[in-house]
Nanobody
Framework: QVQLAESGGGLVQPGGSLTLSCAASGIIFSANTMGWYRQAPGKQREMVAVIDSRSNIIYADSIKGRFSISRDNAKNTVLLQMSGLKPEDTAVYYC?????WGQGTQVTVSS
């Protein structure tokens, strides 16, 4: 059974930083593409960053230069390091892998 557990969300001021973590189980982690998506209130879920098994990465244009995705195959974990956060980054952030979603973690950027 695939399980994805996100952590690291919270409230941060504009310009601040947060690191989200997703721990995966029930999959061959090293062979899977991992992704971070987000959904703001009233909006559709959108891709933030994706990293494949060879660590090829795709970023959404809106976060390029501010966010960084990485994976640790030894720990079955994917990270999303976020800096220069803006109020428009406020959303529930979801981890994705093997056509499964985590439960999500709230990120709120506000002064």
């Amino acid at each position: 059974q695939v399980q994805l557990a996100e952590s690291g969300g919270g409230l941060v001021q504009p310009g601040g930083s947060l690191t989200l973590s997703c721990a995966a189980s029930g999959i061959i982690f090293s062979a899977n593409t991992m992704g971070w998506y987000r959904q703001a209130p009233g909006k559709q879920r959108e891709m933030v960053a994706v990293i494949d098994s060879r660590s090829n990465i795709i970023y959404a244009d809106s976060i390029k230069g501010r966010f960084s995705i990485s994976r640790d195959n030894a720990k079955n974990t994917v990270l999303l390091q976020m800096s220069g956060l803006k109020p428009e980054d406020t959303a529930v952030y979801y981890c994705w892998a093997a056509n499964r979603w985590g439960q999500g973690t709230q990120v709120t950027v506000s002064s």
